[in-house]
Structures are given as C-alpha cells and as structure tokens.
C-alpha cells in the first residue's frame, strides 16, 4: 500500500463520541486525502491537504475535520459521531499538483457507530 | 463538470479478454481518464490512465474514442485474482487533486 498505514484499522464507538483517524505516510508526498466508502455511493472525498497545514473541504466534509500538522500524518476528526458516519474510511497520497497524477491510498479503517 | 457512466455489472470467463467501457461524453480537452479497481475490502489500486492516445501498461489496455467520450479499459487475459470494482475516473475539480470515483463497475471472473 504504498508506505501507507492507517490507524485504527477498526473502530467501534458510541454516537456522540468523538473519533480520530489516522493516516500515516513514509513516501514524503505532498497531498493527502480522506474518503469514506458505502454501499451505492462508491468512493466520497471528505477533506484533502496540499500540505503542512493547508487543507480544504471535499465532497462530503460536513460532520467532519481534518489537521496536518506533519508531512506525514493527516488525521480525520468526527468530533461528535453520529450512526450515519458508520462506514470504511480510506485515506490516499499523492505527490504532484496537475495531471497527470495517481493516487495511493491505504488498507482502510472500518468505523461503526452504534 | 466531466462525469462517467459504467455499467454496474460484468462477467467475463477466466483466461478471456475483459473490456470494461466507460462514457464520459462531457469530458474537456485537457482531461485525462483514469482507471482504479477495488478488490473487496482493500484500497482502491491505480491501474492505468490516458488523454487521447491508447495506453497500455503490464496491467492493462486503455483504448480512447477520438472523440474521447468514451474509453475501454482492457485485461487481456483475466484471472480469478481480477475480480474487482473498476472505476472510470475523470478528474472534474481544479481546486485540488479530486477524484470523483462514481460506483464503478463490479466485474466478476469466472473459472
């Protein structure tokens, strides 16, 4: 998975909890995404960052918050978990700006929320 | 905003060639296409991409219409182990990298 590990790898929590997820990087890339997977909904962009403390919203950031205080850490906060943020979450790195460019992503973590 | 249409579903006998096709009638002259697949419960793996001309790479063939509305991604020789969600991808934010990556097509190997 390309020198990415995410933490934890599975989650169970109580609504209202708050939650951090972890990506971690080794290959120094520049940009670092988080998306959440569901079933019909394929892949969803929640937030990215383009570097050291520069992030921005994706598709679907509502109910969620990201922080890169690190080239090689992106957390992704829920600060209040809610059961409709039960999903697999998958961070993705890449290392250029401008196509064309691929992304790699990580093994997923797998959070319920009951 | 570029968008790509896939069928939900495929099959396609083990040792045969896959062809996964793709329309993206709206996509812009600058757009690449690319192609990701999913095996079940891991991240999604990049596989090839292209602009105009057909790639091909020790993964895959990528043949585009002139036109470019539409693509074919192809696996000349498909195994059980190719079994996955494939999605076709065309990059439609500029703000930042964003991939739109749809719901793909599920393509199932036979033995």
């Known amino acids: 998975d390309a020198g990415i590990t995410q933490s934890p790898r599975h989650k169970v929590t109580e609504t209202g909890t708050p939650v951090t997820l972890r990506c971690h990087q080794t290959e120094n890339h520049r940009y670092m995404y988080w998306y959440r997977q569901d079933p019909g909904h394929g892949l969803r962009l929640i937030h990215y960052s383009y570097g050291v403390k520069d992030t921005d919203k994706g598709e679907v950031s509502d109910g969620y918050s990201v922080s890169r205080s690190k080239t090689e850490d992106f957390l992704l906060t829920l600060e209040s978990a809610t059961s409709s943020q039960t999903s697999v979450y998958f961070c993705?790195?890449?290392?250029?700006?401008?196509?064309?460019?691929?992304?790699?992503f990580g093994p997923g973590t797998r959070l319920t929320v009951t | 905003d570029a968008k790509t249409t896939q069928p939900p579903s495929m099959d396609c006998a083990e040792g045969r060639a896959a062809n996964l096709p793709c329309n993206h009638s709206t996509i812009s002259g600058n757009e690449y296409v690319y192609w990701y697949r999913q095996i079940h419960s891991q991240g999604p793996q990049y596989i090839i991409h292209g602009l105009k001309n057909n790639e091909t790479n020790e993964m895959a063939s990528l043949i585009i219409t002139e036109d470019r509305k539409s693509s074919t991604l192809i696996l000349p020789h498909a195994t059980l182990r190719d079994t996955a969600v494939y999605y076709c991808?065309?990059?439609?934010?500029?703000?930042?990298?964003?991939?739109?990556f749809g719901t793909g097509t599920s393509l199932t190997v036979i033995p």
């Open positions: 991808i065309v990059r439609v934010d500029y703000t930042g990298n964003q991939f739109y």
């Open positions: 993705a790195i890449s290392d250029r700006y401008g196509e064309p460019y691929e992304q790699y």
